[in-house]
């Protein structure tokens, strides 16, 4: 298992998006734990986000741009330094899934 660390204390300052998970709200909340921020931004273009440290990785999933928080399959963005991050939050997603479809 991966070490990931959810917390509010993580400067997210540079980093950017690198991809695209597809998944629900249900499931990144079963795996990453509850939201770091669950209020709109103040520019209200993300409305949920998750700022995490996933094996010493720094890695953001949030919406964009939808309005709300979306409940349903959505492709939720990743963001981070380097593609390393996209790659970290779909391991973690497919390792939860693994465990589960059992």
């Known amino acids: 298992m991966r070490k990931i660390e959810n917390d509010t ?9 690198k991809g695209y998970v597809r998944t629900t709200l249900a499931e990144l909340t079963e795996v990453f734990g509850a939201p770091t921020y669950d209020e709109p931004s103040s520019d209200n273009k993300v409305n949920t986000e998750w700022t995490l440290l ?7 999933v949030y919406n964009w741009k939808t309005g709300e928080t979306p409940t349903g399959l959505y492709d939720w963005h990743v963001g981070g330094h380097d593609s ?6 779909q391991d973690c997603i497919e390792q939860h899934r693994t465990v589960f479809a059992d």
């Open 9 to 17: 204390a993580l400067d997210i300052t540079g980093t950017s998006l």
């Open 54 to 60: 996933i094996d010493d990785v720094l890695v953001t």
């Open 84 to 89: 390393s991050a996209e790659e970290l939050v």
